[in-house]
């Protein structure tokens, strides 16, 4: 999918004006910024859920044959609902009889098992720990064989060791279909974990400062944001990025910090 020169205000201010971005298809684009750039905006734009001024979101179908899945901050589980129901839940009321390219309710125990949470499926979200809210949150996501992903800073709110274990998790599940995902984050770290592309905004209106590819590396950096005044990188994290394209991300998100 892409945005193509988007006007998008909010509350009086222009977010992004003659924005554009398109995503590669099968991939994990990380897009990164400061709080309230317009990271979610563009979200709830990439849904459907919000229309740009001017522009266009080209998908590569209409948005009622599209599927579209979300993953948020919380998990958004449904209270009176068993963890297996809350998976099922997403295939309709025919899921015994699902459509042509949709999961199967086989397919949603495997995904929870793959999960680790075959143990718990009929438990409520209220017996479940927060991390293991999360996971049913991500693995009913993926039965709805999504074509596209969109994450809203899904694991924010974890431990450390709970967020390793589901970004791990994440990039299993999405391993099975490659569904192209847009996965908004403050975490250098998970970005260049789990990132196939990683985009930084900046400025106002939002603007690409920072544009790399794991296959391509670096291929963009805004001019704007070529300064020596930038803080110096933190130690390399061995993701499938060059060190150099570490250091620069960790170098233009501290200068923006």
Known sequence: ???????LTFGGKTVFQDFSLQLGEGNITCLMGASGIGKTSLLRCAAGLEKPEQGRVIRNSSINKHRISCVFQEPRLLP???????????????????????CTPDKVMELLREAGLAAAIHHYPHQLS???????SLVRAFAA??????????????DPAARLNMQQLLLKLWEMDKPTVLLVTHDCEEALRLG??????????????????EAHHLIQVSEEYQTSNMRPAETSLGSAFNEADQQLLKQLIGAET
């Open 145 to 158: 064989s999504p074509d596209l992903l969109l994450m809203d800073e899904p694991f924010q709110s974890l």
């Open 80 to 102: 009176g609902k068993t963890v297996l129901e809350n998976v099922l839940w997403v295939l309709g009321p025919n899921s015994a009889k699902p459509a042509k390219n949709s």
């Open 130 to 136: 927060g991390g293991m809210r999360q996971r049913v």
């Open 196 to 213: 196939s592309r990683i985009v930084l905004l900046a400025g106002s209106p939002a603007s690409i400062a920072l544009d790399i590819h």
């Open 1 to 7: 999918m892409q945005f193509v020169n988007i006007k």
